[in-house]
């Protein structure tokens, strides 16, 4: 299995552009987590689905943010407008299980100049 | 609010030695924890976990202590290898939920 894909892997955009991030879960995992790391809140989950539906999405800051899980194999994250204090790492995870053993994606490393 | 606290950001330890990564956490309904270690540029991947219901847990080389009283667990690496050398993610998280509260991380070194 090639694990958690996620595109792209860096993106630097200017203030106020709408950026969407995407990820692609382990094929057969039935939850899938979107956090954001950075250096001093560590890493945050900002929303989970289980089987396409959001279950929790009480650590999306503010209503810039939004994600959707249209099918199985595919989610995606948008920050519109974007703010410079958005640049961070975003991480996809996926699971079979919600607390079974979490395998991460590499990461969008975002740059709002 | 952190839940899930390192309070050492950094930690450098010499090849062969023993290294300690230490985490506390202030919610005494977190059950299950976990320790993921993280590379530059990849993701974080599942190190070692814990039950509450266990005081230790043995893997190889780590193992993972668990103290409920104090709220605290830690992670030891015997012998340290430069190959550990990453960050290492604290995580918990509570009963009767699917969600993993991490912490700030500690960047191990270990030096030759």
């Known amino acids: 299995d090639a694990g958690v894909i996620q595109s792209p892997r860096h993106e630097v955009t200017e203030m106020g552009q709408e950026v969407t991030l995407r990820c692609k879960p382990i094929s057969g995992h039935d939850y899938l987590f979107w956090y954001r790391q950075t250096m001093m809140r560590g890493l945050e989950l900002l929303i989970y689905?289980?089987?396409?539906?959001?279950?929790?999405d009480s650590g999306m800051p503010e209503d810039r943010f939004s994600a959707k899980m249209p099918n199985a194999s595919f989610s995606t994250l948008k920050i519109q407008p974007s703010e410079p204090r958005d640049s961070a790492v975003y991480f996809c995870?996926?699971?079979?299980?919600?607390?079974?053993?979490?395998?991460f994606g590499p990461g969008t490393r975002l740059t709002v100049l | 609010d952190q839940q899930v606290k390192q309070n050492s950001p950094s930690l450098s330890v010499q090849e062969g030695r023993i290294s300690i990564l230490n985490c506390d956490y202030t919610n005494s309904m977190f059950d299950y924890f976990l320790w993921y270690k993280k590379y530059p540029a990849e993701g974080p991947t599942f190190l070692i976990s814990?039950?509450?219901?266990?005081d230790k847990n043995e893997d190889g080389r780590f193992t993972v202590f668990l103290n409920k009283s104090a709220k605290h667990l830690s992670l030891h690496i015997v012998p340290s290898q430069p190959g550990d050398s990453a960050v290492y993610f604290c995580a918990a998280s509570a009963r009767n939920t699917d969600k993993l509260i991490f912490g700030t991380g500690t960047r191990l070194q270990v030096f030759p």
């Open positions: 814990i039950s509450s219901i266990k």
């Open positions: 689905f289980n089987n396409n539906v959001p279950i929790d």
């Open positions: 995870a996926s699971s079979f299980g919600g607390l079974d053993t979490q395998y």
